[in-house]
C-alpha cells in the first residue's frame, strides 16, 4: 500500500487530548503513514522541556476534575503517555514535529534545544499550509 | 479458515500483546512482521475487544491475508499470513 500522509495541527496542552493525539498517532504508524506535526499555541508549552510527561503541570480539556481518575486508569491499563506514544509512532513511521516560531516563543522557548527531543525544527505557519494541502488527512486538535 | 484448521496453523512468531490495551496489540504486530518472513504465520494474542476489527483491516491494507481469531475466555488469537 502506498504511504499515504496525515497533517496534524496540534493545538492542545491539554494532557487528554494530547494522549489522543498520542493514539492516533500509533494507527498511523501501523500504517506507515507519513505524518507532520505542527505544535501550535497551547501543545507548544507541553512541549517545554520542563514539562513533556510530567502531568502535573498539564491541564485537563474536558472533566478537569477527573485529572487524578483518568491518568489512574491509563496506568491501570498500562496505556503509554503522550510522550511515550509520540515517540513510539516516531521511531516506526516519518513523524516530523514542527515547533511553531510564535507559539514556542509564547511560552519562552525561542530555539529547538528549549524543546524535547522530539521536535525537529522550529517552523513558520506556511509551511503547516503546504503540508496540509498536501496530506491526505488533516486532523487538527 | 475453521477453528480447527487455525488450531493446527504452524504458527512463526506469537505476540503476547494482552498486556496492552488499544492501539497497543496493533503496534506489538506492526513491529512484530518485520522480524518475519514473507509466507510465516503469526499469531497475536489481545485482551482488547478493537484489535479484531483493526488487525483484519490492517491486514487489508498491507496485503497481509488474516485467517481468522479463535475467541478463548477473555482474550483472542489473531492469526495472519506475511505478505
Redesign the interface.
Known sequence: ?EAKKLCLALYTGSVDKLTAAG?IL??A???DMEVDIYVLLQAARAFRKDIGDDSSKLAMAENPDLKDEFLQSLKN????TWVEFFK?AKE?TDVKIHICGLAGKVWGGSKLDDFISLADDICGINAYITSAQEADINLFI | MTIDELKNLEVTKSVDAR??????P??E???AIGLIKPGDIMEVLSADEGTKVDVPK?CK???HDYLGTIDENGYFKIYLQKK
Open positions: 500500500m493514539v500509533s494507527g504508524a501501523a500504517d491499563l498500562n496505556v503509554k513510539e516506526i | 498486556g496492552t490495551a488499544c492501539p497497543g496493533l503496534l504486530a506492526k513491529k490492517w491494507k498491507q496485503g
